[in-house]
């Protein structure tokens, strides 16, 4: 900015004094980012846009110090609670570990019996008394895993 020109081309010299140090720091420079002064509100603070912009230098900085992505098949974890009565809310919760997250389908149970996609919490409430089969389903772009089990209402 116009009135800070010499503490800004300061900075990096700062940063690197504190480095010396033995601090921990990361530079973004985001001054090669911004365009003045559209991508300010006034002489210090950014609009949205700019904002943006110096979002994605954040971004792809901190990239640098993250560790590699590495996607993982997902993997079935929990037991199901496999006892259930007439007439009582059964709620149970499918957990699987993975990466990316996966998603949860109900590939076989009783008709009114739902499952939420993402969370893999099941919700039922059992109208008769019998076994019922149910398959879960956990899929991600890696793979997925099956859950089978059976709930016996009385």
Known sequence: MQHYPEFNSNI???????????DQML???HENALVYPEDMVDELHPSSSGSAKMATVWFEAL???APAYVPVMPKVTSEPMTDA???????DEVE???WLLPHYTLVEGPPDMSLHPDTGRIAWTPSVVGAFDVTIQVENSEGSDIQDFTINVN
């Not at 009565?85 to 709620?91: A, E, F, L, Q």
């Open 12 to 22: 990096e010299a700062i940063a690197q004094a504190r480095v010396s140090n033995g």
């Open 27 to 29: 530079i973004a420079n």
């Open 63 to 65: 990239q640098s110090l």
């Open 85 to 91: 009565s007439v007439g009582i809310p059964y709620t």
């Open 96 to 98: 699987a570990i993975g």
